[in-house]
């Protein structure tokens, strides 16, 4: 079992950053392949980034390649989601995921034009 808590959500102007954290529980977080979802209001969730256990691959969404890195720190247990650049579109409530299988709760930004 893993439990997942995202943060870090707000308000930010377009063309601001922000960076989202995810802290996992549990002694496994090392072996699990993890990644972020968003989903917008009216919209399906979507995948946003992924990165394996080690950190040594990370894969990301046509829509936010070049703006958001995704990053991990197996001894403290987190996951984070750096975002560059953020558009209005990028607003959503977005979630960490681990293995496809554990959700957190999801944390919410809003970017105003």
């Known amino acids: 079992q893993v439990q997942l808590v995202e943060s870090g959500g707000g308000f930010v102007q377009a063309g601001g950053s922000l960076r989202l954290s995810c802290a996992a529980s549990?002694?496994?977080?090392?072996?699990?392949?993890m990644s972020w979802f968003r989903q917008a209001p009216g919209r399906e969730r979507e995948f946003v980034a992924s990165?394996?256990?080690?950190?040594?691959?990370?894969y990301y969404a046509d829509s936010v390649k070049g703006r958001f890195t995704i990053s991990r720190d197996n001894a403290k247990n987190m996951m984070y989601l750096q975002m560059n650049a953020l558009k209005p579109e990028d607003t959503a409530v977005y979630y960490c995921?681990?293995?496809?299988?554990?959700w957190g709760q999801g944390t919410q930004f809003a970017v105003s034009s």
């Open positions: 995921n681990a293995i496809l299988l554990y």
């Open positions: 990165i394996s256990w080690s950190g040594g691959n990370t």
């Open positions: 549990g002694r496994t977080f090392s072996s699990y392949a």
